[in-house]
């Protein structure tokens, strides 16, 4: 596609449910990153895929949260018993290749944990 | 890891003044420095970025210039315009990293008065 696309934009749920959230990079790019932002903030990283693998996951504030990229190319954030304290912005973005710091963002998904 | 700290939190001018906003860091090390600019329920976009060999950046009305001995970076932003107006980002590498992994700054709301 034209750019990066998450979805949904938005969404509510409520405290301890399971959410996923979807990421579909640029075509082409083969790494992608999970960013999350609190309102007022700037953003603060989650997660980095080199193709399929995690390569550096030092972001993830907790075993709740997880994220796969079986092709390389989709990926999906998985957050297990949402708290109040999850509520943020989730941006993911791509680059061209791995080592490429010009990164590209998605509008995110706004969650909001009730 | 890296520390990025950034000024002022908003900025207010008028149409045709120029605006800029002030980045420091903390790693030495630290070889690149984006800035960013952020819309209202977008993502962030890249508008300029620096490597530690280059002192000065020029794009158009945006340039971007870094001081390594004191660790710190600037926007300047010249002619601006109303839609100039929305919130801008600086980044640094975190930890050392040499892909987008990156601690941005607070962010600058920027607000340009027509």
């Known amino acids: 596609g034209a750019g990066v696309s998450q979805t949904p934009s938005n969404k509510v749920t409520e405290k301890g449910k399971y959410v996923e959230l979807r990421c579909d990079p640029i075509?082409?790019?083969?790494?992608l990153y999970w960013y999350r932002q609190s309102l007022g903030q700037g953003p603060e990283f989650l997660i980095y895929?080199?193709?399929?693998?995690?390569?550096?996951d030092s972001g993830l504030p907790n075993d709740r949260f997880f994220a796969v990229r079986p092709e390389g190319s989709v990926s999906t954030l998985k957050i297990q018993r949402t708290e109040r304290g999850d509520s943020a912005v989730y941006l993911c973005?791509?680059?061209?290749?791995?080592?490429?710091?010009?990164?590209?963002f998605g509008s995110g998904t706004q969650l909001s944990v009730l | 890891g890296e520390n990025v700290e950034q000024h002022p939190s908003t900025l207010s001018v008028q149409e045709g003044d120029s605006a800029v906003i002030k980045c420091t860091y903390s790693?030495?090390?630290?070889?690149?420095f984006p800035w960013y600019k952020q819309e209202l329920g977008k993502g962030p976009q890249l508008i300029i970025d620096i490597r530690s060999n280059v002192g000065e950046k020029k794009d158009q009305r945006i340039a971007v210039t870094l001081n390594k001995t004191a660790k710190h970076f600037s926007l300047h932003i010249t002619e601006t315009q109303p839609e100039d107006s929305a919130v801008y980002f600086c980044?640094?590498?975190?930890?050392?990293?040499?892909?987008?992994?990156?601690?941005f700054g607070q962010g600058t709301i920027l607000t340009v008065h027509p």
């Open positions: 973005a791509s680059s061209l290749m791995p080592g490429d710091e010009k990164l590209f």
């Open positions: 980044a640094g590498p975190a930890g050392g990293t040499s892909y987008g992994k990156l601690t």
């Open positions: 790693d030495s090390a630290s070889n690149y």
């Open positions: 075509s082409g790019h083969t790494a």
């Open positions: 895929f080199q193709g399929t693998g995690a390569a550096d």
